[in-house]
């Protein structure tokens, strides 16, 4: 499995079980945006952009470690009323409590 995949996998079992919110990997806004009106809140997964390789540092000597980054977005869609009652809210720190 893809490192890429392994991640947002993870992340989204992590955020799997909020009440009344389903989670999705997809970059399709306009899925979530369906269950939004039909009243149920979603929270969307995907992947945003690969970071350049990196070195560590140029002046070590040698082979030089380097790392390589990865970029996820994670985005809670509810209805407008919803909204409105604090639902968005109640799902933004509930993503944040279980992401860091």
Do not use: W
Not at 16 to 30: A, P
Not at 66 to 72: K, L, V, W
């Amino acid at each position: 499995m893809h490192i890429r995949r392994h991640l947002r996998d993870t992340l989204t079992s992590t955020l799997e079980g909020i009440d009344g919110v389903r989670v999705l990997k997809t970059h399709r806004v306009s899925i979530a945006q369906a269950l939004a009106d039909q009243g149920q809140a979603a929270i969307i997964v995907y992947h945003v952009a690969d970071l350049p390789m990196q070195r560590v540092n140029a002046a070590i000597q040698g082979p030089r470690p380097g790392y390589r980054g990865f970029a996820f977005g994670v985005a809670a869609i509810v209805c407008d009323e919803d909204a409105e009652d604090g639902r968005l809210d109640e799902i933004s720190e509930e993503i944040e409590r279980r992401v860091f």
